[in-house]
């Protein structure tokens, strides 16, 4: 029987496996918060380019639109479908819509990334939250605030901050079986050991360490293995 009997004569730590796991997991887990705070930060700066009050506009001649008229200055949210506003040189632009008198120039980086101005003209759309570098508009309102592009693309990112990708939901679902499993495996492992050694003659276990902590040291690495 000595002959078939294992005979433990080193025993090697797992320490700096569990620290380096530890350590891994940390990183991902400052990653992550890094890569939540910038899309936080990118979501404050999108926000912050909302403006709160438009120029309602009412030209002279319906016919014949031109810069002059009656202006009057309200919330954006009392804006409708339709109505007439008037946008400067230097004012961002409250809400998508379309050029019905004048010639300017749009700062658009804020949705296309794209440095240049992008050139205005009767009949093009213009987008809520960019902005007017040079010339005035006379302009149609084609979207209530809430429907502009700039409030959807916040939608959108608030949606992706609060809502679980489908891989995620389902790696959720695995770890729900898979962490319960490891640590019954990692039990198991510890009384099966516990009992070997207990019942098992002294010389079946050759270390300095008590036969208590020899067998539970095998339900931890089971545990810092598996890592669940």
């Not at 919330?75 to 809400?95: A, F, M, S």
């Not at 005035?136 to 809430?146: F, G, P, T």
């Not at 962490?179 to 050694?197: D, E, K, R, T």
Request: include cysteine; charged fraction near 20%; proline fraction near 3%.
């Amino acid at each position: 029987n000595e002959h078939y009997m294992m005979k433990v004569t080193e025993h090697a730590h797992s320490f700096e496996v569990a620290s380096t796991i530890l350590f891994i997991i940390c990183l991902g887990k400052f990653l992550e918060a890094y890569a939540k705070s910038k899309t936080v930060q990118k979501l404050s700066d999108l926000a912050s380019i909302k403006v709160t009050k438009a120029t309602l506009f009412t030209p002279k001649d319906m016919n014949n639109i031109d810069f002059n008229g009656e202006e009057r200055v309200i919330q954006v949210e009392l804006l409708c479908k339709n109505d007439i506003i008037k946008v400067i040189n230097g004012q961002i632009v409250p809400t998508d819509s379309t050029v019905l008198y004048g010639v300017g120039h749009c700062d658009e980086s804020m949705l296309t990334g794209e440095s240049n101005f992008v050139k205005k003209d009767i009949g093009d759309k213009v987008f809520g939250g960019t902005l007017l570098e040079k010339g005035s508009l006379v302009l149609k309102v084609d979207a209530i605030e809430e429907e502009s592009s700039l409030n959807q693309i916040l939608k959108l990112v608030e949606n992706a901050q609060t809502s679980k990708a489908p891989i995620q939901a389902y790696a959720d679902k695995i770890s729900s079986i898979f962490v319960p499993f490891i640590i019954l495996c990692a039990v198991i492992a510890w009384v099966s050991w516990f009992i070997a050694v207990y019942t098992s003659p002294d010389s079946f276990v050759n270390t300095q360490e008590s036969k208590f902590g020899f067998a539970f040291t095998f339900g931890v690495s089971t545990i810092v293995i598996a890592c669940p």
